[in-house]
């Protein structure tokens, strides 16, 4: 009888066992797919369909180390029937934080954060502050 007790407290134990959260940069890492930009106070929701125009913008996370990522930047628009597609890059972002919120940093300033699956990333945008909204994939 006791080798059925200890069996059961074994797949008790077992069940119950909290997942250990990798590094900051293996918690962040992946793509995220915009749902709204904010530019200055005009909000405009993501992906953007007019007519045969539109804007789709996607980040994607790549770790490096441990608390560094790359971050990539994919604006594709099309215009009329066409896509093109730009790209930026952000090498070395820091990371840093406990709990669920992950602070970005990058040359010494905040640029954003991962909070579990949703992300918010700022820059200036013809020298309007602007806001990115996205969620991972």
């Known amino acids: 009888m006791k080798p059925v007790y200890l069996f059961i407290l074994l797949f008790a134990t077992l069940s119950c066992a909290k997942e250990t959260p990798g590094s900051l ?10 749902s709204a930009m904010i530019i200055g106070e005009t909000p405009l929701p993501l992906p953007f369909q007019s007519g045969s125009s539109g804007i789709a913008l996607s980040i994607i996370l790549t770790e490096i180390t441990a608390s560094t990522v790359d971050m990539k930047i994919l604006l594709k628009e099309t215009n009329g029937g066409k896509t093109s597609t730009d790209e930026e890059k952000i090498d070395n972002i820091l990371l ?6 992950i ?16 992300l918010t990333y700022t820059a200036v945008v013809r020298e309007l502050p602007a806001t990115i909204k996205a969620e991972k994939k």
């Open 103 to 118: 602070t970005m940093t990058a040359n010494g300033k905040t640029i954003g954060s991962v909070e579990g699956k949703s």
């Open 96 to 101: 840093s934080g406990a709990g669920n919120v």
């Open 25 to 34: 940069s293996e918690r962040v890492a992946g793509e995220y797919e915009a």
